[in-house]
């Protein structure tokens, strides 16, 4: 940009200067009168000369630092651009860790829930617990001092006809923890005052029926009715009774009409154990 201004001044000082370097060969002969004025034209040339020198620095100067500038503003951009860039990028990245943090959040919240429903929980079953365990502690104490009494018998032979109020004798004795039930009249007598329980299962014979009691002292409580008569086959009865039982109290298991027959062969048992000593 600057080198042609400077081969224009350099061109029109060198015009100047071949013309008057013309004019003073010229004019060379006029006289002494004339060497002081081209003296002072060489004087005038030499000064534009310098002149021209220094503009032509001058310019040189100016060009490196429009150059300096230039080079200074592009890089300004690249980096304004590249800060730009960082900028969209950094708040882009935000974005995302807001978005995640969010998400976060979000897994937080449906954990506490769950461990408050976890802890709601937990307190419940271990409340159920500590309830279960008092109630067995409680059970546990209250047999504590239970005595251990219980039976169970069944039938071996069959039993035909039977007398009225004849007892039943299960006579095949599996258990007698107490030695509380006899197997020789089929009767239990009680050893201490307590709850007891008793159960029992009867069979009748094919196409016939039973009628049986269940006593305390003798004395009937309830009824048990075996009937395999109208269908050709045999029938089974089965009851439980829970009784209170003084000390010598004698349960046992009868039958009410003469004739009747009972099914053996360990199908007819009886059964009963202290719930609870007094």
Do not use: C
Request: charged share 20%.
């Amino acid at each position: 940009m600057t080198q042609p201004v400077l081969f224009t001044v350099v061109f029109a000082v060198t015009v100047v200067s071949s013309s008057v370097f013309e004019t003073v060969d010229a004019n060379y002969d006029v006289g002494k009168e004339n060497i002081p004025r081209l003296d002072e034209k060489d004087m005038d040339v030499e000064q534009l000369k310098q002149n021209v020198l220094k503009l032509n620095q001058m310019l040189i100067e100016q060009d490196k630092k429009i150059n300096e500038l230039t080079k200074q503003k592009q890089k300004s951009i690249v980096e304004n651009s590249f800060t730009q860039d960082l900028t969209k990028q950094f708040f882009n990245e935000i974005n995302v860790l807001k978005s995640k943090v969010s998400e976060l959040e979000s897994k937080i919240t449906l954990m506490e829930d769950k461990n408050i429903h976890y802890e709601a929980y937990s307190e419940s079953k271990s409340a159920k617990i500590i309830t279960e365990q008092t109630t067995f502690n409680s059970v546990a104490q209250r047999h504590a001092e239970t005595v251990g009494i219980a039976f169970f018998a069944s039938l071996t032979n069959h039993m035909e006809n039977l007398g009225a109020g004849q007892h039943i004798v299960f006579d095949n004795v599996f258990t007698n923890e107490g030695g509380a039930y006899n197997k020789y009249h089929g009767s239990f007598t009680a050893p201490v005052p307590g709850i007891y329980v008793f159960s029992l299962t009867l069979l009748s014979f094919q196409d016939l029926a039973g009628h049986f009691r269940v006593l305390r002292n003798g004395a009937i409580l309830v009824h048990i009715w075996p009937d395999g008569r109208g269908d050709g086959d045999y029938d089974t009865a089965a009851g439980t009774v829970v009784l209170v039982l003084n000390a010598g109290d004698v349960v046992a298991i009868d039958n009410q009409n003469a004739g009747t027959k009972l099914y053996g062969e360990h199908y007819s048992f009886f059964t009963g154990f202290l719930l609870k000593s007094f």
